[in-house]
Each structure stands twice: as C-alpha cells, then as structure tokens.
C-alpha cells in the first residue's frame, strides 16, 4: 500500500468519524461490547471448561 493510499484511508475514517453523531457512535460501540466477548470472559469459559 502506498503511502497516498493509506493517507486517503487515513482520512476518509476520520471524516467519517467526525461526521458520525456522538450518541450513535456511542450506541454502537455499547452494541459491540455486548457481542463480542471480553477477554476475561474468553479466559473464565476456557479455564471451567
């Protein structure tokens, strides 16, 4: 990847972001956390099973 490229990506995440109402982003990082385990959960159901 050239570095143009990763600059174009770099940016077009940021607009995105700062484009993004905060109480969405926020709704949306709280909905990951309830799909995707944290590691100490992954680390309890290895360690009982």
Do not use: G
């Not at 990763?6 to 109480?23: A, I």
């Amino acid at each position: 990847m050239k570095s143009d490229d990763y600059v174009k990506f770099l940016t077009e995440q940021f607009v995105h972001f700062m484009e993004t109402p905060r109480s969405e982003r926020k709704t949306v990082r709280i909905e990951k956390k309830k799909t995707i385990p944290s590691a100490e959960t992954q680390s309890l159901v290895r360690s009982c099973s």
